[in-house]
């Protein structure tokens, strides 16, 4: 199931209509900037809001959405530090209220998501390629483009590979703890693909579980497995598979099988197959 992807219907209808002739696609760049930058109607300056969040791994994520369009649309982009010079804003959120994760309004302010709290309440960070996608996207809105009915176009009104960012945590586990891991998907069930490494020793224990453990509902009593090959194990060296089948919101348990008053080292990444 893809994410829906928003544009506020009525505002962008009306300006997609005013403005369907070329050369009126948002505001013209200052008059400094139209010195500096000789500017032709597919030239757009963009400005980027700052991340509030530094640890947020934005790396080549916009820079590859411009790119798209600059290869497919042939227009150019110059990225300028002051909002007031540019076409085009791009602003962050940390998340969005109600149904969407991006939006533009009037073909120039576009807001991008990065992370939401719907797999039990707690705040996951998007994936790179997703969060890629919607700037796709929201700027294809913002370079003039409607959406399409064809499913594999970046106008696509669904986000076909919309998830979240692959977990890649260490632990040290002893007999008083356990590892738990929500598996968050924005289908209804989905593959993950995990690997465990750990320093050994003790046998642990792997199991998904179909418990709410996103909300942090685990009853260790009462743990309903799910049951197919690759969702549980006994190992007691670095350890690879894949669950399939497994609903939003269940999750990945590690448990020592026997007690041991030794911390052990164990790392796990995890993700979903796409
Ligand atoms: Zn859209």
């Known amino acids: 199931m893809g994410l829906r992807l ?9 300006l997609a209509l005013a403005c369907s002739m070329p050369g009126v696609e948002g505001r013209g760049p200052s008059s400094n900037y139209s010195e500096k930058f000789p500017s032709g109607e597919r030239d757009y300056y963009l400005y980027v809001e700052p991340l509030t969040d530094k640890s947020f791994p934005l790396g080549t994520m916009l820079d590859n959405a411009m790119s798209y369009w600059e290869r497919s649309d042939h227009v150019k982009f110059t990225k300028v530090p002051d909002s007031g010079d540019s076409t085009i804003t791009i602003r962050w959120a940390h998340e969005l209220d109600g149904p969407f994760s991006a939006y533009v309004v009037d073909k120039r ?97 792997l199991s998904f579980v179909y418990d709410d453990v996103a909300s942090g509902k685990l009853e260790p009593n009462h743990l309903k497995q799910y049951s197919g090959k690759g969702c549980h194990a006994v190992f ?39």
């Open 109 to 205: 302010s576009v807001t991008v998501g990065l992370g939401d709290s719907r797999c039990g309440g707690t705040w996951h960070r998007y994936d790179s390629r997703f969060v890629t996608s919607l700037l796709e996207h929201e700027i294809g809105h913002a370079l003039g483009h409607l959406h399409s009915a064809n499913v594999s176009s970046v106008m696509y009104p669904d986000v076909s590979d919309a998830s979240y960012a692959p977990v890649d945590s260490s632990y040290v586990l002893d007999s008083g703890n356990q590892i738990v891991i929500p598996t968050c998907t924005f289908g209804t069930a989905s593959s993950f693909h995990y690997e465990v490494l750990t320093s050994g020793g003790n046998p642990l224990n």
């Open 236 to 274: 007691t060296s670095d350890l690879m598979g894949t669950c399939t089948g497994v609903f939003s919101g269940s999750g990945l348990l590690i448990t020592p099988v026997q007690k041991t008053s030794d911390g052990q080292r164990v790392q796990v990444v995890m993700e979903e197959v796409r």
């Open 6 to 14: 928003a544009i506020l219907p009525a505002v962008f209808l009306m």
